[in-house]
């Protein structure tokens, strides 16, 4: 019966093996984008132009994703769990409506402590209104609002974010508080507004893989808002050359009831081919993320080795030694 159970020990622990592989290689590797095929996404419709038919809800809808439209009296009676129920919120562009005016975003602004909380996914923000040039024919600005919205979705089981400033901080001085983003950090971002034509591609998570310099610069004021200040675990993904200010944000997934506690980004998607410039800096990405969740899964396999060995009647030492 002992021999038995220690056949068994063994084959349990090739099993528990495989799992650990299981949990850290996928992690690593790829949130490709069937993941992001099942669900809905929220959209505050005061921040979209047309609605369905708005080019943020149109990005979603090609991703399969399923899209949601709500007025400001909705949004604001929705809890943190409603919130959290969706693939990605969608704070889009209304075409520039009214620079200098962000009373858009006013709704989310004032229960940021409300759907914050919710955001555990990707998360980027655009310092520009890509929405009001993809009107105009500019195709860049479509694939930065069908790149945001796909590295929004892309993490299974958690909830990400879209946000575009629009033209909401057009003009303003340097070091402009942004209430809205008060729900990643409080007070921990702020704008200048600026009209630049030169932006230029820092880093690309490969959501943002077809996004070039030539589709982001030379829209006739390619950038609205430049960011003087962000938290550390927001990283530049495009800058506004003329003085290297960001002004696009891209955070990573975070399972932590913080976000403010969130380690260095960690991108865990497909790997670039091996003629990619990123490559080499995302196979240190993966690594890290490997060696993150090893003690982790390294004391999960401990633990049941050794109530398997308690059970076959082998002494704890022999498994652990």
């Known amino acids: 019966m002992k021999r038995f159970l220690r056949s068994k020990l063994v084959l349990t622990l090739a099993a528990l093996v495989m799992i650990a592989a299981a949990i850290v290689i996928p992690l690593s590797g790829s949130a490709s984008s ?74 989310a602004t004032q229960n940021n402590t409300v759907w914050g909380p919710a955001i555990t996914g990707n998360v980027v923000i655009i310092g520009t209104d890509p929405s009001y040039h993809a009107n105009n024919g500019t195709s860049g600005a479509l694939t930065m609002i069908k790149d945001g919205i796909k590295f929004a979705t892309s993490i299974r089981g958690h909830t990400g974010a879209y946000i575009s400033l629009s033209c909401y901080y057009y003009n303003t001085a340097s070091n402009t508080p942004v209430p809205l983003l008060d729900a990643f950090s409080s007070g921990g971002f702020t704008v200048e507004g600026v009209s630049s034509e030169n932006a230029h591609i820092t880093y690309t ?111 704890p030492s022999t498994v652990t030694s």
């Not at 990005?59 to 949601?68: D, E, P």
Request: aromatic share 8%; glycine share 6%.
């Open 34 to 107: 069937s993941q992001a095929a099942a669900g809905s996404v929220l959209i505050l419709s005061t921040t979209v132009t047309n609605g369905t038919n708005s080019f943020e809800a149109q990005a979603a809808q090609a991703l399969g994703l399923t899209v949601n439209i709500v007025d400001p009296a909705t949004w604001d009676a929705m809890t943190t769990a409603q919130f959290n129920s969706y693939k990605a919120i969608i704070l889009g562009d209304p075409e520039c409506g009214s620079p200098g005016n962000s009373s858009p975003i006013d709704p």
């Open 205 to 315: 998570p490969p959501a943002f893989y077809g996004l070039t310099d030539t589709d982001v610069s030379n829209w006739s004021n390619s950038i609205h808002e430049m960011f003087d200040k962000h938290p550390p675990y927001f990283r530049e993904l495009a800058n506004n050359e003329d003085n290297i200010h960001p002004y696009i944000l891209v955070s990573a997934a975070n399972t932590s009831s913080a976000r403010g506690t969130q380690p260095p980004l960690i991108f865990p998607f497909n790997k670039p081919t091996s003629s990619h410039p990123c490559l080499r800096q995302q196979r240190g990405l993966s690594s890290n993320l490997r060696m993150s969740l090893r003690p982790a899964v390294s004391q999960y396999v401990i633990t049941h080795l050794l109530r398997l060995a308690l059970h076959a009647g082998i002494s």
